[in-house]
């Protein structure tokens, strides 16, 4: 039996609200995925919030509507999909994604939509093998911290390096004669 009209418009609203949310979309062709990899895949997900859906296309395709940012996953709905949408860290999902695909062997990311631009899987592969956010942070704070401590030995050398010169001047006169008159 099939969806009825009201459980289909609940899934559409669903998914709108999801794509409201999201930064980027995946579409994976899951043919030969069991329930229990499906769960291990959406568990992986979590963590960098991310979500997994199975819908229709037809219902994808509602949802989307005419929202700008999203048409542009049209000519990859075609087929068994499932859908990942991640709220904020893309390049964790990405990877989770590739390291799940690793290692059950199964399904294929079709293409993906970041930011209005379709992304061919060649995209998604360097997006995934891009620093995670947390490192990219510990990175950027390393950088400014190293030019803070920089600059501030730099304006500290100036008044030392002007007592240095004032206590090499006044060595220099008490080891020198006074002039004689």
Known sequence: MGRTLESKQQVV???RQLLDQADLALVLDYKGLSVK???DL???LREYSGTCKVAKNSLMRQAIGT???WTGLDPLLTG???FVLVKDDVGGA???VQAF???TKKSDIKGGLLEGR???EEDLKAVGKLPSREVLIAQIAGALNGVATQLAMAIKEVPAGLARALQQHADGEALSPPPVD
């Open 13 to 15: 609203a669903q998914l």
């Open 94 to 96: 990405i990877k989770a």
């Open 67 to 69: 929202d700008s940012a």
């Open 118 to 120: 379709l992304l061919s």
């Open 80 to 82: 068994a999909n499932a």
């Open 101 to 103: 695909q690793q290692e």
């Open 37 to 39: 990899e499906m769960g």
């Open 42 to 44: 959406r568990s992986r």
